[in-house]
């Protein structure tokens, strides 16, 4: 794969692990204010509810960052851009859209077929 290409892969990675942290900042100080905020009627409801939203978001977020750097890890060991799978070249299209890709097009729609089982 051509080393601008990656480069910008490299980018866009970074960028978007950068978004994440920040994003679950946010998130942990919003937490912080449910735990705080007494006027709400029902509070052990409220704070069940945005818990279990903020946590959520986190747990996907974090998953997020995992894949974030693997990505950066592969592109490290010169694999990025071969499915872990198959070892075939993952299509740019897909890695445009989804520079986090692990997979290509055809192992990835194996694996989401095997998850319906």
């Not at 051509?2 to 900042?25: A, F, P, S, W």
């Not at 919003?30 to 903020?54: G, I």
């Not at 592109?75 to 890695?95: K, T």
Request: net charge negative; with cysteine; proline share 1%.
């Amino acid at each position: 794969m051509n080393e601008i290409i990656v480069g910008r892969h490299l980018d866009k990675l970074i960028r978007r692990r950068g978004q994440i942290v920040m994003t679950l900042r946010h998130l942990a100080n919003e937490e912080k204010q449910v735990e705080q905020n007494t006027d709400w009627l029902d509070q052990a409801t409220y704070e069940s509810r945005v818990n279990l939203l903020l946590d959520r978001l986190s747990d996907w977020y974090a998953t997020e960052i995992g894949q974030i750097d693997k990505a950066i890890e592969r592109i490290e060991n010169n694999l990025y851009g071969f499915c872990v799978a198959c070892h075939q070249a993952i299509e740019e299209a897909r890695l445009e859209t989804a520079p986090e890709a692990e997979f290509c097009s055809v192992c990835e729609e194996l694996r989401d077929g095997l998850r319906c089982l």
